[in-house]
């Protein structure tokens, strides 16, 4: 038996699912259309868009949409990234049918009612203050968008206030219409359900919606120069990043870039700059690298906080270890087991079968294809001592630097 189901309905909405034995159903509808999607005119709309699915559709009333699954002990979510959105359901077994019905429902059949939106418009401002009294997300979002600067990226998410105030429910409609179509959609689900009942279940939920075909292309952003820029917060910490622009999604040499970024600041104790800067020298609780693809780019960034003062000696560390990665090979027993600690983490986060899902539905809906978790160990396994070096040569150099202080 494949590990993976894929098919697709007539108005192309594509579909994938997993068998797996348990008794709970992770589904989700996810959209190829975020912030980055946004006009300049528009900022903020997609978030905003995705608070409004849950506050009404043709057939139900908000409060209908927010007990339907939780009466029964499921839950209905939803979230917006730069580049998708997704609405997501947790069920038992027995009521897959119910969850995937009602995210075809709030996707498709949503009024956005203004007096609803009224009421999410504060919810979105208290979002945004939580998000100003949190440095520590404020300076990844800032950092992204001076790297991005004049692009479709390079923008905040949650928009402001002051430009929700300006969106209604025909500017929500407008900007579903032009962003999303049925050809830029996926279905992933995982549970102990056959593949025939899951596409079956598909099939009555989502097929019979109009097909639309996107009319536009993503413009791919521009190059732009090194920055370092220090802001004055009066935060008791400093809050660093140092990064640059890396390989999009599509791009083969991703895989080795994920696999350095691991070794230079990953999750784990053992990562280079975990063991100089916290371990070491007790510099910094918090320090981690990470990479995000993009459809045709990325971000790497390493992010850390530190004593007022310590600053510029965690910077001179963490340049250190990245020359050293750029200027020798790691030694074959030192690739062997970051590989395989690599592997094992990404084997144990598919032990989350949520997480999982999740990951299917962005797999299919980017490459249109899945790789098995043997596909990617493969692939792992092949990576080179030089390759590491090469990408560290071309992602690491001429870094940009934001500190707020």
Known sequence: MAE??????????????????????????????????????????????????????????????????????????????????????????????KAAELISDVAFESLFPEKELAKEREVIGDEINTYKDSPPEMIFDEFEDMLFAGSELGHNILG???????????????????????????????????????????????????????????????????????????????????????????DARRLPLALLVNILGGPCANSLLNVVVREKHGLSYNIEANYTPYADSGIVAVYFSSDNGNADMCLELIDTQIKKLQQSYITPRQLSMAKRQFMAQLAISMEGNEGYMLGLGKSLLVHDEVDTFEDICRKIDAISAAQLVEVANEVLADNSILIYK
Do not use: W
């Not at 007539?10 to 994938?16: A, K, L, Q, T, V």
């Open 160 to 250: 402001t206030k002051q430009a929700l105030r300006r969106y209604g429910t025909e500017n929500i409609r407008v900007f579903r219409r032009r962003t999303h179509t049925t050809d830029q959609m996926v279905f992933a689900s995982i549970g102990n359900i056959s593949a025939e009942t899951a596409a079956a279940v598909a099939q009555r939920c989502f097929a019979e919606r109009e097909a639309s075909v996107r009319a536009y292309e993503r413009a791919v952003p521009a190059a732009c120069k090194p920055f370092e820029r220090r802001v004055v917060k009066h935060t008791h910490q400093n809050h660093c990043i140092i990064g640059n622009r890396a390989y999009s999604i599509r």
């Open 4 to 97: 993976f189901y894929k098919y697709v309905l007539p108005n192309g909405i594509r579909g994938i699912h997993r068998q797996v034995k348990s008794g709970v159903v992770h589904c989700a509808l996810a959209i190829n259309a975020g912030s980055r999607d946004e006009l300049p005119s528009e900022y903020g709309l997609a978030h905003f868009t995705e608070h409004g699915f849950f506050k009404g559709t043709t057939r139900r009333k908000a409060y209908q949409i927010n007990c339907r699954l939780e009466n029964r002990g499921g839950e209905l979510n939803a979230y917006t990234t730069k580049e998708d959105t997704t609405i997501h359901a947790t069920v038992l077994k027995c009521d897959f049918s």
